[in-house]
C-alpha cells in the first residue's frame, strides 16, 4: 500500500489521470433531450375586417373608410353602408353593433332615433323589393349586459350600443359571417327626431364576440 501511495506523489501524470476518471463518471448522468428543437411563430390578425361606405353601398374595397362624416339636419334622414369581410378560413360567430355617440356635454335621453331602416344584398330597391323597418327591433345593449327596447328606452347615456334582434324576442342571437366572404354588407337609413339636439354624432360600427362585455367597455 504505501509504494502505491508513493508512485502518485512521484507521478503527476498519474494525479491527472485520476482527475480525469473522477470527472468522467460525475458527469455520466442521462440526458433529457434527445434532438433540437423547432419554432413556430403565428401572427394573430383580427379575423373580421370591415369598411363604410356612403349610401347605399355594398362594395368592398380594401382601401375603404373606417370612418364616415355626414352633413344633415334633425328630422332628415342619411344612408350609409357597413361591409364585412370574414378574413378566417371557417365561419365566424359573432354580433354585428353600431355605436352612436352624442356630442360632448349632451347625453341620449331617449326618442333620438326616429326611424331606422335595414337592407342587405337580398333587401332594397337594388333586389327589386323595399328596405325593412328595424326600429322596433334595434335594442340598446345596458351596462347590465341586458337588452332594452329603443323605441321605449330612456336613460341618460352619452353613447347608445345598438344592436338588431332579428326576431324581436330581446334575445341576442348570433349572426355568423361564412368563411373567405366579402359580400356581408347592410344599408342603414337613419332619421333623427326633428327635435334632436344639434351637434357633430358619431357612429361606428363593429363586429365584436361578446356583447355584454363589448357594452361594458363603451360605457
Given amino acids: 500500500m504505501n509504494t502505491i ?18 470527472a468522467g463518471f460525475a458527469s455520466a448522468a442521462l440526458v433529457s433531450i434527445l434532438s433540437n428543437y423547432t ?9 373580421v375586417e370591415m369598411i363604410v361606405n356612403d349610401g347605399a353601398n355594398g362594395t368592398w374595397t380594401g382601401s375603404g373608410n373606417t370612418s364616415l362624416n355626414i352633413t344633415t339636419t334633425g328630422g332628415s334622414d ?4 357597413t361591409v364585412a369581410k370574414n378574413n378566417a378560413n371557417n365561419s365566424i360567430d359573432g354580433y354585428p353593433v353600431f355605436v352612436v355617440v352624442a356630442p360632448n356635454g349632451k347625453n341620449f335621453t331617449g326618442r333620438e332615433i326616429k ?11 337594388w333586389a327589386g323589393n323595399n328596405m325593412i323597418d328595424i326600429t ?11 337588452l332594452y327596447n329603443l323605441s321605449t328606452w330612456t336613460g341618460d347615456e352619452n353613447k347608445l350600443v345598438l344592436f338588431f ?23 342603414l337609413t337613419m332619421t333623427p327626431n326633428s327635435a334632436i339636439a344639434p351637434g357633430v354624432y358619431q357612429i361606428y360600427s363593429q363586429y365584436v364576440y361578446d356583447l355584454a362585455a363589448y357594452a361594458i367597455e363603451q360605457y
Fill in 165 to 187: 334582434d332579428n326576431n324581436g324576442d330581446g334575445i341576442a342571437q348570433t349572426y355568423p359571417l361564412p368563411a373567405s366572404s366579402d359580400d356581408n354588407w347592410n344599408v
Fill in 39 to 47: 419554432t413556430t411563430t403565428a401572427t394573430v390578425g383580427a379575423p
Fill in 5 to 22: 501511495k508513493n508512485l502518485f506523489r512521484a507521478s503527476p501524470v498519474a494525479v491527472v489521470i485520476a482527475g480525469v476518471l473522477v
Fill in 115 to 125: 326611424k331606422v331602416m335595414f337592407g342587405d344584398k337580398n333587401y332594397g330597391p
Fill in 136 to 146: 322596433n327591433n334595434l335594442y340598446i345593449v345596458g351596462r347590465d349586459g341586458n
Fill in 78 to 81: 342619411f344612408t350609409f353602408t
